[in-house]
């Protein structure tokens, strides 16, 4: 293998983090922000990209892995950690909202996965961290996720996230799936992705399931979330105070109409 062999555990439910072991020298990658706990004899680098070969080496091939992060929307930077020990060392990574951590053998998978723009959180050395540009412009400009998707290539381990719980779909070839654009988390290199409109006035004003669908066509492996991030912030949002210093009053039959009555 080319990349570095990780073994690892998850732990928790609803708000889970995964626990990399790492034999010396071994190395992981990991978003920025994404660490949770190491051990004291493992290093931290902050580098340009995903840290792989791929794509040319020195400062053009460092700043190529840079801009293909800006195009997805991340940080210029991710971080490497290294087990520069004697012997084995864990790091620990942590969900950045509640749901699952989706382990990902590439080897097993053909060498790439393609995944929404915010769901990678670590991989071992070795995994390229790039961008899927969508051939059909409907999927681009209506996709939810925007017309760039990662994509994640090599022979190793990577570990994706997502909201709610997922689930794993295994399409035949020809069998098509639709899917709220948003609920997508990732796919395999075969499955054709496109967007389709829902139809039909009622459905399109009064549905509440947005103007479009993605439309997934087999062969291969998908996987679906039952809570998108921006699901979940959307409803946040609709109930955060909407006026500086009012509430919703949560737990009291009075509601705002109780702080009348506060000191």
Known sequence: MKAHELDYRLHGDDMQFVEIELDPRETVI?????????????????IFG?????????????????AKRVLTGESLFMTAFTN???????VSFASPYPGKIIPVDLSQVEGKLICQKDAFLCAAKGVSVGIDFKRKLGAGFFGGEGFILQKLEGDGLCFIHAGGTIIKKELKPGQKLKVDTGCLVAMTKDVNYDIEFVGG???????GEGFFFATLTGPGDVWIQSLPFSRLASKVFASAPQLSGSQKGEGSILGSFGNLFEN
């Open 84 to 90: 520069d020990g004697r012997e084995k060392e864990t």
């Open 201 to 207: 006035v009622k459905n399109t004003l009064f549905g």
């Open 50 to 66: 995903d840290g792989s070969k791929k794509g040319g080496s020195g400062l053009f091939g460092a700043l190529g892995g840079a």
């Open 30 to 46: 990991a978003e920025s922000g994404a660490l949770m706990m190491m051990d004291q004899n493992i290093s931290m680098e902050t």
